[in-house]
């Protein structure tokens, strides 16, 4: 293997190491309430976008729609989302999805901890060292769909 294949290849495996890290470190309220990666990737989806419908969930977590009503109903249940008739549509059949003030705030909280547990980590280093991370970021982040913060910036 080359050097740069090496060097690559130690980062694949920092990287998968530091992010299981940080996730193993702050899920400890998600798995207080059994949420499922599915509920919380709907909570987040709707965090990001203020609502959804069950179609947009579908097509953004590319699983069936009738497996998001159930993970909905789940959610529902747990008082994390709630379901209201879509006045946007003459369809009466048409659902929003929205999350409850106690979804936002564990979402905040999940967010907040991994901010906390990257700025523990990375604050020991040298203000070099943040712009090398600082760079290096903003070019992984660019090839990645959505990675970067404003659309409008490559």
Sequence with gaps: MSKKSDVIHNLKLIYGYGYTKVFNDVTDSITRMH???TQMDIMQFIYLNGHATPSDLALELNVQRSAITHTVKKLVQKNLV???SN????DKRSKLIYMTRESEQ???????KIHHKIG???GILTK???EQLYHATMTIL???PGGT???THT
Excluded: A, G, Q
């Design 87 to 90: 006045k946007m549509t003459n």
């Design 35 to 37: 949420i499922s990666k």
């Design 120 to 122: 523990t980590d990375i």
């Design 142 to 144: 660019k090839y990645i």
């Design 82 to 84: 709630r379901s209201e």
């Design 149 to 151: 913060p404003d659309e």
């Design 128 to 130: 070099e060292e943040e």
């Design 106 to 112: 564990l979402v905040e909280e999940f967010l907040d």
